[in-house]
């Protein structure tokens, strides 16, 4: 069998609804206009309405400070929707019971988030007790939904708000596969995420294990770069950019970014970052930190530049472990650049996010979050740590090694 492309999407946050009386309505027109733009058919279109609009109505009637986002998700030939969602409070104390129609504490039908299951094609919830409920729902067309089922859940999700009173967000994550011999992959099921997700599942690890290395002739040159990983095995960079400041310069700088990380053939961290670099030259510049996870060897290499946040954290034992950056300014100041390397718990995760979230968060302030999707758990740091004085951005990559 050849080889599998691995469980990533490419994501577009496109905006955020604040929790008012016109939720529900406005969400639900964004929401079928998105729809209609991304190709899907009226009667999908229809169905990812009715969707939105019931979580949008669930957070009026029953939540605290809600917000809704709504955003385009992609692969290499299709395109979807997702909507996520956010409150700080009151939590359900039986997930499973709100999912199953006839539940209300609203005295409604309570058919709400039974119909919001029933009408996605992946569907996720995490929700604290009086603290607060993450949420997520990705839609695709028919077609798109067979393709996507088989490719999996992706393995790394992030997500962005801009300060209040802009429209763009000046923090910016991107993700892509390197590495790894062909071999034939591991068996995955497609699968349908509905509430807690096994920390024992790989989450589409098993399809980075049959990814294509380049040709020969096609890599660069990494002896003077300093390569400090493996040549061989699967392995996925993961990087975050937090453009000086925020607004519409902030914003192209982190995209600059972004494209930049995409661009480059570079597959070490100080590789990564000394592209970036000549890229965000003649910008504002920003903050950057760049992961390369390597699953077979259960470890990590990092290095990071300016204060993007970054941390592994054991979900077994609740401790998170900070990965510390060099002071400058990509674009500007660039320091020495010297990648450390982290062994990685086998139930654990990478998280990475500007100073629009505080570093004060703990896991044990959100028992399971890592046991869910990588976007419920990134919804739930952003619920959990982000702040509205500046622009918020996290990422959170997970598996088991």
């Keep these: 069998m050849g080889p599998l492309n691995p469980p990533l999407l490419e994501s577009e946050d496109i905006a955020w609804f604040r929790d008012d009386e016109s939720?529900?309505?406005?969400?639900?027109?964004?929401?079928?206009?998105?729809?209609r733009r991304l190709g899907f058919d009226e009667s999908r279109c229809a169905e990812v309405a009715l969707a939105v609009s019931e979580a949008a109505s669930n957070l009026r009637k029953h939540a605290v400070d809600g917000a809704l986002l709504l955003r385009v998700v992609r692969t290499e030939?299709?395109?979807?929707?997702?909507?996520v969602t956010t409150d700080e409070g009151p939590?359900?104390?039986?997930?499973?019971?709100?999912?199953?129609?006839?539940?209300?504490?609203?005295?409604?039908?309570?058919?709400?988030?039974?119909?919001?299951?029933?009408?996605?094609?992946?569907?996720?919830?995490?929700?604290?007790?009086?603290?607060?409920?993450?949420?997520?729902?990705?839609f695709w067309t028919k077609d798109a939904a067979r393709r996507a089922a088989a490719l999996g859940e992706p393995v790394v999700a992030g997500l962005t708000r801009p300060i209040t009173?802009?429209?763009?967000?000046?923090?910016?994550?991107?993700?892509?596969?390197?590495?790894?011999?062909?071999?034939?992959p591991e068996p995955t099921a497609a699968r349908r995420v509905t509430g807690r997700a096994s920390s024992d599942?790989?989450?589409?690890?098993?399809?980075?294990?049959?990814?294509?290395?380049?040709?020969?002739?096609a890599r660069p040159e990494r002896a003077a770069r300093g390569r400090t990983s493996g040549a061989e095995g699967p392995a996925l960079l993961l990087m975050f950019c937090d453009g000086l400041g925020h607004g519409?310069?902030?914003?192209?700088?982190?995209?600059?970014a972004v494209t930049a990380f995409r661009d480059s053939r570079a597959e070490d961290p100080e590789g990564v970052l000394t592209d970036l670099h000549k890229a965000l030259r003649g910008s504002r510049g920003g903050a950057v930190a760049v992961v390369r996870v390597e699953p077979e060897k259960k470890c990590l290499y990092f290095c990071g530049v300016g204060n993007v946040s970054t941390f592994v954290v054991d979900s077994d034992t609740d401790v998170r472990r900070s990965l510390l950056s060099s002071p400058g300014i990509v674009g500007h100041q660039l320091p020495t650049l010297r990648a450390v390397r982290q062994e990685l718990p086998r139930h654990g995760g990478v998280v990475m996010h500007s100073d629009g979230l505080t570093e004060r968060w703990q896991p044990a302030a959100m028992p399971g979050f890592l046991e869910h999707t990588p976007l419920v758990a990134a919804a739930q740091l952003l619920r959990e740590a982000g702040i509205r004085r500046d622009d918020a951005g996290v990422a959170v990559l997970k598996g088991s090694w």
Aim: charged share 20%; glycine share 14%.
């Design 91 to 138: 939590g359900m104390s039986d997930v499973d019971k709100c999912l199953v129609d006839g539940s209300s504490s609203a005295g409604t039908l309570g058919i709400g988030l039974g119909a919001i299951v029933r009408l996605a094609d992946t569907f996720d919830v995490h929700s604290l007790p009086g603290k607060g409920t993450s949420m997520s729902a990705r």
């Design 248 to 256: 519409p310069l902030a914003h192209r700088a982190a995209q600059t």
């Design 165 to 184: 009173g802009e429209s763009v967000c000046g923090d910016a994550w991107a993700a892509r596969a390197v590495g790894g011999r062909e071999r034939e």
């Design 23 to 35: 939720l529900p309505a406005s969400t639900r027109g964004a929401a079928a206009a998105l729809a």
């Design 201 to 217: 599942e790989p989450l589409g690890w098993a399809a980075l294990t049959g990814f294509r290395p380049e040709p020969e002739r």
């Design 77 to 83: 030939h299709d395109a979807g929707l997702e909507f």
